[in-house]
């Protein structure tokens, strides 16, 4: 047949256009998958390299092992883990009568539209959707074991209305399909008015009135804070996000009117509402659940029937009015005022135009209310002035201004702390607190000691807190009427050394009376070193202390140097390094608040600040408009470059790398086996294979309360492309953070840490962007779920156990988001302004103790994610005082530096300066972006040159203390393999491209023949 | 004259007149927006080069039909959307994970649709004759 004849002119001219298309979309897909490669086989949990075996070789090659034998015995583990948590971080806040624990079978129900929705934890990319079939709601909750008869009627009645969609209009989406980004739509109250409730609903009351249960909701999530004005339209009485609504006014009126013997609120929340309205509803117990994870419902009913007994305590305070800490008289949005004088403020740095201070100093939290409620105790500064009185009816009252304080939480039982005895070593730098604790109620129970100390303040000197958390023990669970423990507990008399940014540019402890106390929080310990001081209910105590449970020791030496060396390096002197990140550098416009002058120094409000010529120099010296990347702030390297790229020579293997020192040479030779695209690829997450020097691919995921969008390996030892096989069963959902704070229990953190070690083994990845550990400085933060506290050392210190737990299994923890990154307005890029105390005393205490390294025992954490916010005028990234002098030269730092997650090198995080300053790496899927940034100027910079190979060592010398190096032996090699959606890409661009050749052919061929027939025509 | 060059024009070379208009809007939006800089996404400086040889392939083969020609404006179409997608694909997340201030600005929705556009019209354009007595 003549090939003329087949088909005709019109069909090869639709193939060709259609396979064209095909050959096209093909080409692209397949180059978009393989920058996306490391996501896209995270997600399809696949892998592209496999380890082959050269060798005959006895090692075992895993370093870092798992306990256990199958996935589901992890999970299992893991889930027993999660549920201690909660049992342990539930506070009980107020429980008048012993109205709780109630009976086990008590007929109960359950009001507001959350009890058929519970918020499992936050949304962003910490937020995780618990799998439905083990997710423990509040219905399985109420039933496992018998344990509550739940009113069905009413919680099917929510349940109807939330599948039927009937909230759309406040809520659109439940809480557990709704695990997306934090938004304001998320942050509704779809809470269903009473007038609405059918009759079968009211008349069941009856039959469930044993006690009736309000659970209150509030979530939070990445990328928007929480609504600080009304949430809904139909809510017109709310001026904000954690107050009430008129609905659940409406459904709390509704319990009090209704025949229920008792009243009990369950806090699902994971910042801090406010809850003056406990008395006006006649509620009888209140339980702080937080974000329960998927299993914590559990923990929350055994805790409502008395099978577990209560032991956290609140590491937030929880304040009458959430706009009366001074912290919230500058959050939000703020934009310079001459916004115009800033290099691309209209566009892609945009982001540069905004700023945020922190006014109140030292003075976050409960270091403020207590502080000022020392102050009026003793009637000084104005304390009881109106100034910065949000609840109080006349002048300022502490009673009026807080509702529960830092530290507070009660036990169906009762304990007896007895301070015995206090030996402080000021010349070591140490103290011993020894504290019995018997337990003199008639169930079994678990206490916390909390240590505090009231540092010697003068007006006018270095801010004080009143009181500040130096130490804290969990109790064993001690028996009732006779469980007595003894603990002594060791105070680090570093922990409350004043920072001097003012005078000495160091740590100082001034000379003067120091106060150790006991109590059941912040305020009861205060009220004990005022009742030490002589202090009673007639000067204005809000009760009296107890005496013996402070004691007073007097520092009678002053050394300036004495504090002023690292922990880590005794011969490192600590001084400034945040002065440019004082809005005083610049133009002497802030004052601090002051305990000197509480009304004089009360936060202003800086909105419409103009930016001096000096901060809008040093804003705009990071950014170049040109997009040639060559900001002012950056000078390219001139030197010759030399480098060994690529070289063949040796053949080193990352593996045998393992155990060797940061400065041992070894790694030059290795490092000159890399060739430099492998390192620009690399510089990409450390995520990328390096086959010069067989090192996997890895992974990282996001935390903190799971590995997300992860799921267990048949077996934890399958490292390579060709063993790995894939469950179905997701990895588990934590509780938040917050009820880890609840549980105080640093041991407790470090099992959580081990749990997520085990889940990063099987299945879960290397890197772990987690735990969070920034500061609750506001109650409004959307991301406080992700972070502890508004406490930078218990902060701290259950952040240091979890990161070294996790490492334990080899996990790199990348602890965020550091730092000073504590509110989500504006977080990409804002400039964030402090004084150095309040720095180092705070904000930098919460991430510190995991970077502080003593020694081989005391190891420091492998990882760190900087935050997206500026320190003053500089990134995160780009701060080398951060980096070089405080991670590196104070706290002996060695770990990985990653930025948070970016795609475009020219809004804000320039790769030259960062490299220059002490990132390691970027935290990027994009081929396209960073890796063509570095490309075009590695080879011309000899500055960038050098840092990128100091990075990709650092990543190195990480990776051989991680579970990287699981299934390498110095004989094993890593080979690429083609996976199964790359073979399919290959074989579409094949198949299209012949497909293409041929219809053009045909194509053609027709063309010619009828341009023929018509010549001959 | 005018009319002349008209009379033999079949529906394929309107389509292919739309399409060329449709890639011309793209890379007036592209400047409006500030080309690379601007604030929005960074779009691939390659992806502007494609559409606009393909603009000006376009424009040759609408004042002069050949054989294949009208498949060429076509394939840089074609490229020019490959290319974004690749380079879009970034962006997009940024989007998605709320990074670096990126937002889907009206301009850059806007480019889409006209590049969608350019590809459908002249899709169609090189299946059938752009001029009647081809």
């Not at chain 1, 934009?335 to 290099?343: D, E, G, K, L």
């Not at chain 1, 879960?764 to 109650?779: E, F, K, L, Q």
């Not at chain 1, 000899?942 to 032996?969: Q, V």
Request: proline letters at 2%.
């Amino acid at each position: 047949m003549k090939i003329t004849k087949i088909g005709n002119l019109l069909l090869w001219r639709v193939l060709t256009a259609v396979f064209l298309f095909l050959l096209v979309v093909g080409i692209a897909g397949s180059v978009v998958t393989t920058e996306w490669s490391g996501y896209i086989n995270k997600y399809l949990n696949i892998s592209n390299t496999k380890i082959v075996e050269t060798g005959e070789t006895t090692v075992d090659p895993y370093y870092y092992k798992s306990e256990y034998d199958t996935h589901t015995e992890v999970m299992q583990a893991a889930r027993n883990v999660a549920y201690r948590a909660q049992a342990e971080g539930t506070v009980l806040m107020t429980n008048k009568n012993n109205a709780l624990p109630l009976a086990k079978n008590s007929k109960v129900t359950f009001f507001s539209y959350s009890t058929a929705d519970i918020a499992y934890g936050g949304t962003g990319s910490g937020g995780v959707t618990a799998s439905e079939d083990r997710e423990t709601d509040l219905l399985k909750a109420c039933t496992n074991d018998g344990k509550l008869q739940l009113n069905t009627e009413l919680y099917n009645y929510y349940l109807g209305q939330i599948e039927a969609g009937n909230q759309a209009s406040n809520g659109a989406l439940t809480r557990k399909t709704s695990a997306g980004w934090g938004a304001p739509a998320a942050y509704q109250v779809p809470e269903i008015s009473p007038e609405d409730f059918p009759s079968n609903v009211t008349s069941s009351y009856d039959n469930y009135k044993d006690a009736a249960v309000f659970v209150l909701t509030r979530v939070g999530g990445e990328g928007n804070d929480l609504i600080t004005t009304s949430a809904t339209e139909d809510v017109t009485s709310q001026t904000h996000y954690l107050e009430l609504t008129d609905k659940e006014k409406a459904v709390l009126q509704e319990m009090k009117d209704g025949p229920f013997a008792k009243r009990i609120v369950l806090i699902n929340a994971f910042n801090t509402p406010e809850l003056g309205w406990l008395d006006e509803y006649d509620i009888d117990a209140c339980l702080y659940i937080g974000g329960p994870g998927e299993v914590g419902m559990d923990a929350v009913t055994d805790i409502l029937v008395g099978e577990v007994n209560p032991s956290g305590k609140l590491a937030d305070t929880y304040a009458t009015d959430d706009f009366s800490s001074p912290a919230m008289q500058n959050f939000g949005d703020f934009t310079y005022a001459n916004a115009t004088s800033i290099v691309g403020h209209d566009g892609s740095f945009s982001n540069a135009t905004k700023y945020l201070m922190y006014n109140e100093g030292i003075y976050v939290g409960y270091r403020y209310y207590e502080t000022r409620y020392a102050d009026c105790v003793n009637d000084v500064a104005g304390a009881n002035s109106k100034t910065g009185a949000f609840a109080s009816t006349d002048g300022w009252n502490y009673s009026e201004e807080v509702e529960f304080s830092f530290g507070y939480g009660m036990s169906y039982t009762t304990f007896e702390q007895t301070l015995d005895r206090v030996e402080v070593d000021w010349a070591n730098k140490k103290a011993t607190v020894t504290v019995t604790v018997k337990n003199t109620g008639d169930r079994d129970g678990k206490d916390v000691v909390q240590v505090y100390v009231q540092a010697p303040y003068t007006a006018g000197g270095i801010e004080k807190s009143a009181v500040q958390l130096v130490a804290f023990d969990k109790t064993d669970m001690l028996t009732k009427k006779t469980g007595e423990q003894t603990l002594d507990i060791e105070v680090d008399l570093r922990d409350f050394a004043s920072y001097d940014y003012e005078n000495y540019g160091t740590y100082i402890m001034e000379k003067g009376k120091y106060y150790f106390a006991i109590g059941n929080g912040a305020h009861d310990a205060l009220n004990n070193i005022l009742a030490k001081q002589g202090k009673t209910v007639s000067d204005g105590m809000d009760y009296d202390g107890d005496a013996d449970k402070a004691y007073e020791s007097e520092k009678t030496t002053f050394d300036e140097n004495e504090y002023s060396f690292s922990v880590a390096n005794d011969k490192y002197k600590i001084k400034n390094q945040f002065e440019k990140t004082d809005i005083n550098y610049y133009d002497d416009s802030v004052k601090y608040l002051s305990r000197s002058n509480w009304s004089g120094t009360w936060p202003a409000n800086m909105s419409d600040y103009t930016a001096s010529a000096e901060l809008l120099e040093d804003i705009n010296g990071y950014y170049d408009a040109t997009g040639n990347y060559e900001p002012a702030h950056y000078t390219p390297g001139t030197d010759t470059i030399d480098i060994t790229y690529g070289s063949t020579a040796t053949k080193y293997n990352i593996v045998m790398m393992m155990g060797a020192s940061y400065d041992d040479e070894a790694w030059d030779v290795l490092l000159d086996q890399i060739t430099l695209d492998e390192m620009i690829q690399f510089s990409r997450q450390g995520r990328t294979e390096i086959l010069s020097v067989n090192l996997n691919a890895t992974t990282a995921v996001d935390g903190p309360a799971a590995w997300t969008k992860s799921k267990y390996k048949t077996d934890w030892k399958d490292v390579s492309a060709d063993e790995i096989e894939v469950t179905e069963e997701s990895m588990v959902l934590y509780p938040t953070e917050t009820v880890f704070a609840g549980t105080w229990n640093v041991e407790l953190l470090y099992e959580i840490g081990v749990s997520f070690g085990e889940e990063g083994l099987w299945g879960g990845g290397v890197g772990w962007y987690g735990p969070g550990a920034n500061t609750h400085r506001t109650p409004f933060a959307g991301r406080n779920f992700e972070y502890y506290s508004e406490d930078g050392f218990i902060a701290g210190k259950l952040a240091e156990a979890e990161v070294k737990g996790a490492m334990s299994k080899g996990v790199i923890p990348y602890i965020k988001h550091f730092f000073l990154n504590d509110q989500e307005t504006n977080r990409i890029g804002v400039c964030t302004f402090s004084n150095e105390q309040a720095i180092r005393e705070i904000y930098l205490r919460a991430f510190q103790y995991a970077f502080e390294t003593t020694g081989e025992d005391d190891p420091s954490c492998t990882g760190v994610m900087g935050g997206f916010n500026r320190l003053g005028a500089t990134w995160t990234g780009h701060h080398s005082n951060l980096w070089k002098n405080v991670m590196e030269g104070e706290f002996g730092f060695t770990g990985n530096v990653t930025t948070d997650f970016g795609q475009n090198p020219a809004g804000l995080m320039n790769p030259q300066l960062a490299y220059e300053a002490g990132t390691t790496m970027f935290c990027t899927s994009s081929a396209t972006t960073f890796v063509n940034v570095i490309k075009d100027k590695v080879t011309k910079d000899s500055k960038l040159a050098y840092n990128l190979r100091e990075a990709t060592k650092r990543i190195l010398y990480n990776f051989t203390k991680s579970m990287a190096m699981n299934g390498m032996t110095s004989t094993s090699k890593i080979v690429r393999v083609m996976t199964w959606y790359e073979i399919a890409f290959t074989v579409w661009i094949v198949i299209s491209a012949v497909g293409t050749a041929a219809s053009v052919l045909m194509m053609t061929i027709h063309i010619i023949n009828k341009n023929k027939e018509v010549t001959v025509k | 004259m005018i009319a002349e060059f008209f009379k033999n024009k079949a529906i394929g070379w309107y389509l292919s007149a739309a399409a060329c208009l449709c890639a011309l809007i793209f890379v007036i939006i592209y400047g409006v927006r500030g080309g690379d800089g601007g604030g929005y996404s960074p779009v691939s400086g390659v992806a502007v080069a494609m559409i606009i040889i393909g603009i000006l392939l376009n424009i040759g083969v609408l004042v002069k039909d050949f054989g294949i020609g009208a498949f060429l404006p076509y394939l840089f179409y074609l490229i020019t959307f490959g290319v974004l997608f690749n380079s879009e694909m970034a962006f997009l997340s940024n989007v998605g994970f709320g990074v670096d201030g990126s937002v889907v600005d009206g301009g850059f929705i806007a480019m889409c649709i006209f590049l969608a556009f350019a590809m459908i019209a002249s899709f169609a354009a090189c299946i059938m004759k752009l001029t009647k007595k081809a």
